[in-house]
């Protein structure tokens, strides 16, 4: 699998902040309605995917991995054997076989229990085989979070949750919002934000959090963005886990941003589709990833649906 920057260049980091509310976000959320963070856990590093630990019931800790790039939540069948978890129904269209719906009674995430967690049970073996999932017990979709803020410190290794939200917080410097829109016509409703750029350019992108690149740019977008002859490219690289593992086109870019605040790596690169890419019928722009939010502090609020994005400076 290919290394992601944000974690490559954890244990080199210096932490510029206050950790006890995580981000400016958080702090004026606080003045406002007395948002409080009620899980703050470590955030892992699964085969270069942000993961924590987390409780099935009263059992022993289990990784998951954060996956903002779906909706559905999946569990190996193995885990969900030892837990107890029984099936709910039968399994959807499509679905591989011996997967089934299930649901988790209490999920606990350091002091927060989250209740009647819906999952897909499904068995992980031939996808760990062929490196097309993370070595954890299964994933956490954004649809776990709904009415909550999720805070993904890459900077000081901290993932935090709110409680529930139930009312407005204002989206200013370094915020923007986001909207869920299907992947295609067909596809999955999936957070897409506006406010990224790429060599100034606003791009609108869908968050993938098991997207281990930088930014992915689609064909529909390629000649609005000015990046015809970027594409051209022959470079390429091999991703895991994104479309269950495909080769993408790679190229320099001069700038990747965040309403200005530049992201990722000093050498920027983009990356175009291959035809085992799935794309979104034009539907946004571009996905980003985990090379972007290299000493960042993501904020996604999924009451009010607004993306707080800082930039943490290292010492020296």
């Known amino acids: 699998m290919g290394k992601t920057a944000g974690f490559s260049a954890f244990a080199c980091l210096a932490i510029c902040l206050a950790v006890g509310q995580g981000s400016a976000y958080a702090q ?13 856990v470590p955030l892992l590093n699964c085969d270069g995917t942000p993961c924590i630990e ?6 022993k800790p289990v990784r998951l991995v954060i996956d903002t790039g779906d909706e559905d939540t999946v569990l190996d069948t193995k885990i969900a054997e030892v837990a107890g978890i029984k099936p709910t129904g039968p399994a959807a269209k499509g679905m591989p076989a011996g997967s089934y719906p299930a649901r988790i009674a209490a999920l606990r995430i350091g002091e927060l229990t989250l209740k009647d967690v819906d999952v ?8 760990l085989a062929k490196n097309q999932m993370p070595h954890a017990a299964g994933t ?31 989206c200013e410097e370094s915020c923007d919002k986001f909207s869920l829109i299907t992947f295609g016509k067909h596809g999955p409703p999936i957070v897409v934000a506006k406010g990224f750029e790429i060599n100034g350019n606003s791009v609108t992108a869908q968050i993938d959090t098991m997207y281990t690149g930088s930014l992915l740019v ?32 790679a190229a320099p870019a001069k700038r990747e941003s965040f309403r200005g605040v530049p992201l990722g790596d000093v050498k920027p690169k983009v990356y175009f589709p291959t035809p085992g890419v ?22 996604l609020d999924f009451h009010n649906m607004n993306i707080f994005l800082q930039k943490v400076k290292r010492a020296g």
């Open 28 to 40: 004026h959320a606080n003045n406002e309605q007395g948002l409080t963070f009620v899980a703050k």
């Open 278 to 299: 799935h794309e979104p019928d034009g539907l946004f722009d571009a996905t980003v990833g985990l090379e972007l939010f290299s000493d960042t502090i993501l904020t």
């Open 218 to 249: 689609y064909n529909a977008s390629i000649g609005k963005l000015g990046l015809g002859d970027s594409a051209k490219t022959t470079e390429t690289r091999q991703f895991a886990f994104t479309d269950g593992g495909v080769t993408m086109k």
């Open 140 to 170: 956490l979709a954004y649809t776990v979070f709904k009415d909550r803020v999720l805070q993904l410190d890459f900077a000081a290794h901290q993932l935090r949750i709110s409680d529930v939200l139930t009312g407005p917080v204002d």
């Open 54 to 59: 987390a409780r099935i019931g009263e059992g």
């Open 120 to 127: 897909t049970a499904m068995d992980f073996t031939d996808w």
